[in-house]
């Protein structure tokens, strides 16, 4: 099931970036006080309270565009409304209800997707502009300030009330669901024919020429695999307008659906920012990872070494992503994709015993204690596996300052342990009152 997505609309300079921002919990979104300042749209995974979303910020919404600019903008948010679960439409009290809201707002109540109204900058002092907004004819205006942090947990739980439930779930036979994913003209279609044996989907050379998610359903071995291949995800500088901005967004929703994203990387092609920004969002999303290097028959053997290290540097920070080098064309290495991707598939349903998980922590820890601050020592008290979400450990601390240095240490200890081989592991940890002044690793003082 992908995640349900949630587009923030509105006019210009509202503050859409900003609270995009406010519920990733970091700056994913260029924000200035001047009027236009997104183009492009930006996205973020997120988790509130236990529902994960996909957030959808968009340009400033002009619904009737007086340029070309604006038009390309309108055909962006036209785009984010129709593959939408829920609409935030969000206003500004400090300029109070003008005419671009009423337009927005007569364009919204003939959709037929919940919208959310919520008024933003409010500050004690404005509460009562508040009221104005009910004029605008969709519901009960949510006072906000996305800067502030206030207002935002009643704003989202209505977008949460806002959804509708999830289907009941059929019994189906096991099935791992892949999805194949990157930039443009990078062989992808080609891939999928290639694993498919057949031509169910378009293959050109003309960059973009796939618009949606291609599934197709394959039999390998006594195994069921459902392969996604979805449009090349654009770099930001190349505006993704109307028809390839709608592919964008179904790409984001493969990568929620899927439980392995093959990512296709172009070996003739310099690896790019955007190339790992589709990485680091397959991450968030806690999807397992399949790297593809493909067109590998066009580089020549004495520069093969050369890239080969030069990906791996670029990646270290995913160490435990495998790495397979293909011509998707030719058929070279492809009889290694499936067994891979299946490989790390059963990897994400992988439980240890607690015994195990004590055993490798103890020793991590004893060979790299908790750093100091200040005068107090960092102490791991406990950890385990979750039981409901295999890929999360929890670790029990007695200060839950732990720098993300030994976090990514202790991450990787679990993965030269226990393989995890293209798993993205979560560390939580959580702060409790140790009952004994034994800790893990950590002899008493």
């Known amino acids: 099931m992908a995640n349900p997505i949630v587009a923030i609309v509105g006019r210009t300079n509202v503050g859409k970036s900003t609270l995009l921002n406010r519920l990733a919990g970091k700056r994913v979104a260029v924000v200035a006080d001047l009027p236009g300042t997104t183009r492009d749209r930006i996205f973020a995974s997120i988790l509130w309270d236990s529902q994960e979303l996909t957030v959808v910020d968009t340009g400033g919404w002009q619904p009737k565009p007086l340029s070309s600019l604006e038009q390309k903008v309108l055909e962006q948010v036209e785009a984010a409304l129709s593959e ?22 007569d364009r919204l109540r003939g959709a037929t997707k919940p919208v959310v109204l919520a008024v933003n900058k409010v500050d004690s002092a404005k509460q009562a502009n508040v009221a104005d907004f009910y004029r605008l004819g969709l519901g009960t205006p949510i006072a906000i300030s996305a800067y502030h942090n206030l207002g935002i947990d009643d704003l989202m739980s209505a977008v949460l009330a806002s959804l509708s439930p999830s289907p009941p ?6 099935e791992a669901r892949l ?33 949606d998610i291609v599934d197709a359903v394959i039999h390998w071995e006594d195994k069921r695999l459902l392969l996604l291949d979805t449009a090349g995800i654009k770099r930001r500088q190349h505006k993704a307008v109307g028809v390839e901005y709608y592919s964008l967004l179904r ?15 172009d070996a003739g092609d ?20 399949l790297l593809l290097v493909n ?56 439980h240890l015993p607690q015994s195990e998980i004590d055993e490798a922590i103890t020793r991590a820890v004893s060979a790299h204690p908790p750093p100091r601050l200040g005068t107090k020592q960092l102490q791991i008290i406990r950890a385990y596996q979750d039981k409901s979400r295999v890929l999360t450990f929890i670790f029990q601390v007695n200060d839950r300052r732990i720098p993300s240095s030994y976090q990514r240490y202790l991450e990787n200890k679990l993965h030269h342990n226990f393989g995890f081989c293209g798993v993205p592991l979560r560390l939580i940890f959580t702060k409790v009152t140790r009952k004994s002044n034994k800790a893990v690793g950590v002899a008493k003082t």
């Open 84 to 105: 939408a679960n829920v609409i935030i439409l969000l206003t500004d009290a400090q300029d109070g209800v003008i005419t671009a809201d009423e337009e927005i707002a």
């Open 251 to 265: 790409a984001l929703q493969a990568i929620n659906q899927c439980d392995v994203a093959l990512l296709v990387l």
């Open 169 to 174: 779930s059929s019994a189906e036979p096991e």
């Open 295 to 350: 067109k590998w028959d066009l580089i020549p053997p004495m520069r093969r070494k050369e890239l080969k290290h030069e990906i791996e540097q670029r990646f270290r920070f995913i160490s435990y992503m495998p790495r397979i080098y293909i011509s998707a064309r030719l058929g070279q290495n492809m009889n290694r994709v499936l067994p891979q991707a299946w490989q790390v598939w059963q990897e994400m349903q992988k």
């Open 270 to 289: 310099s690896i790019t920012a955007q190339d790992m920004h589709i990485a680091t969002y397959i991450i968030e999303a806690g999807k397992g990872l």
């Open 179 to 211: 999805a194949i994913v990157g930039r443009p003209n990078v062989g992808k279609s080609t891939l999928l024919n290639t694993l498919l044996g057949t031509g169910r989907a378009i293959v050109h050379e003309a960059p973009g020429t796939t618009r």
